[in-house]
């Protein structure tokens, strides 16, 4: 069966670097016939997470916004690829919130000690996308722990990440050397639907 393969983009600039990425992974994924899926949370309301605890009891979030669309996508995509730019050395705060509101999925995990993946299921991966204006060598470090727990509170391994450093103006990623050729190996694997590399 074709691999579900969730493209999220994260950035609030339309059309932007990280977008451009995760367009080429995508394309990729699509071309291996995985089936794709492309949300922008920039066209969703997404609030913060308010730290109520109500995820707590159930392993559900009590607030009615658009997440609540996206958490069935961020359960059933067997590949998820998060695609978000460095904003004030971090990640951009629409994906940061995101992150934030997956608090339910920790809750599943560690509280009431579910599985996030139902049983059977073939073992979910995740790529990380990311671009920066500057050069500095620590750009990526804070943003990159919060993706890698994003895939992990998901249940997702992941296999690769494309980081690109001094991309600043829109569509200077189409200058960045090999990054779309890194892309479409990421797309390629991702969509792979053989379950050795999990
Ligand atoms: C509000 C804001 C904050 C930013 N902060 C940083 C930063 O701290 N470090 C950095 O290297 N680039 C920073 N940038 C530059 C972006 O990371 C860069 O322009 C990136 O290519 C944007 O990707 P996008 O087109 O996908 O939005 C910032 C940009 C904005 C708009």
Not at 94 to 101: G, L, P, S
Not at 115 to 130: D, T
Not at 138 to 162: C, M, N, P, S, T
Request: negative net charge; contains cysteine.
């Amino acid at each position: 069966m074709a691999r579900i393969v969730l493209g999220i983009a994260g950035s609030p600039r339309r059309q932007g670097n990280t977008e451009t990425l995760l367009d080429w992974v995508l394309a990729a994924a699509q071309e291996s016939g995985a089936e794709v899926v492309k949300i922008r949370l920039r066209q969703l309301n997404i609030r913060g997470c308010v730290a109520c605890e109500g995820c707590l009891d159930d392993g559900a979030c009590v607030q009615r916004d658009d997440m609540q669309e996206l958490y069935p996508h961020l359960r059933e995509a067997d590949s998820i690829v998060l695609a978000a730019p460095i904003f004030s050395m971090g990640m951009a705060a629409q994906a940061k919130a995101m992150v934030d509101r997956c608090q339910p999925f920790w809750a599943i995990k560690y509280v009431l000690r579910q599985r996030v993946v139902p049983e059977g299921r073939p073992e979910r991966r995740g790529a990380y996308l990311c671009a920066a204006g500057t050069t500095f060598d620590d750009v990526f470090d804070g943003a990159r722990q919060v993706a890698d727990y994003f895939f992990h509170v998901l249940e997702a391994k992941k296999i690769g990440e494309l980081l690109c450093p001094g991309v600043d103006a829109k569509g200077e990623i189409l200058d960045f050397e090999g990054a779309r050729e890194v892309a479409a190996d990421l797309g390629r694997r991702l969509a792979d639907e053989s379950s050795g590399e999990g």
